[in-house]
């Protein structure tokens, strides 16, 4: 497939219009996803993790839910935060919940 672009990326690449192949990891043809983000098929940009989010790896076509017991606060986050003491978190955790 062809969408403005020389060759139509796999999940975890970014291609630019000069790409040759579907997982380019140089440019100006693209480049492997960085963490953070995640790029699915087709990619021409990387998009940003969203909160209860999280991607610790380069090259992902999607990002991971926030493991249980963490909490995932913002956007584009490679690694997670430790739920505070006297509240929990569920898997998926963007704001920790206090405990009653």
């Known amino acids: 497939h062809n969408f403005g672009t020389a060759f139509y990326c796999r999940a975890g690449y970014i291609c630019l219009t000069k790409a040759s192949f579907d997982h380019p990891t140089t440019s100006p ?36 839910p926030c493991p249980s017991g963490k909490k995932c606060e913002t956007t584009g986050m490679s690694t997670y935060n430790s739920c505070p003491i006297g509240h929990y978190c569920p898997q998926g955790t963007h704001t920790p919940i206090q405990c009653p």
């Open 29 to 64: 043809q693209g480049k492997i996803c960085p963490v953070g983000h995640y790029c699915p098929k087709g990619a021409t940009t990387e998009i940003v993790c969203a909160i209860g989010t999280w991607n610790p790896y380069v090259g992902q076509g999607a990002c991971l």
